[in-house]
C-alpha cells in the first residue's frame, strides 16, 4: 500500500502466548538474540534495547559465516506496555508494531514498517515476515 511517497509493508502472526510473555520475549536483549533472524544462516550476536520513549535501540545482524553483518538500530517514538511500539529506524524509516491479546491467551502481532529502496518490496516484506515467524516459534517453545 503507498502512502504519500512511502510504501508501507505490514506483516503479521498470532503467537500462542498470553501478552506479557511475548511482549517481555520481543523487548528483552537476551531473548532478542534468540529470535531476531531470518533464516538458519544468520544470528544478532548481540542486542541492546532501552525501551522508552527517546531510548535506542541495536540489533547486530550477521551471517553466521561472517560474509556479511550490520547493525539494525533505531529510536523509540512510543511506547505503551503489552501494546505498541513506534520506533524511527536509524535511516529515518518508521516502523509501527502492535501486540493485542485475546480471550484464548493468543497474542496479535502486526508490525507496519516503511520500505526502503534497496531491496524488492517483496524481498523486504519475506524476510519481517520470516523472523515474525521465528518470534513465534521461539516463544512458543518457551
Do not use: C
Not at 502512502?3 to 537476551?30: H, Q, S
Request: glycine fraction near 6%.
Amino acid at each position: 500500500m503507498e502512502t504519500g511517497n512511502k510504501t508501507r509493508i505490514t506483516v503479521e502472526a498470532t503467537v500462542k502466548a498470553p501478552i506479557e510473555k511475548v511482549w517481555k520475549l520481543w523487548t528483552t536483549p537476551e531473548h532478542i538474540i534468540k529470535w531476531n533472524n531470518a533464516s538458519e544462516d544468520w544470528h544478532t550476536p548481540r542486542a541492546t534495547n532501552d525501551l522508552k520513549v527517546g531510548g535506542r535501540f541495536l540489533s547486530r545482524m550477521e551471517a553466521k559465516d561472517g560474509s556479511f553483518g550490520f547493525d539494525f538500530t533505531g529510536t523509540y517514538d512510543e511506547v505503551i506496555t503489552n501494546e505498541r511500539i513506534a520506533y524511527t529506524m536509524g535511516d529515518g524509516r518508521i516502523a509501527i508494531i502492535t501486540f493485542s491479546a485475546d480471550e484464548s491467551d493468543e497474542t496479535r502481532i502486526t508490525e507496519t514498517f516503511e520500505a526502503e529502496s534497496e531491496n524488492p518490496v517483496e524481498m523486504q516484506k519475506d524476510g519481517w515476515q520470516a523472523i515474525l515467524n521465528n518470534f513465534k516459534t521461539y516463544v512458543e517453545a518457551n
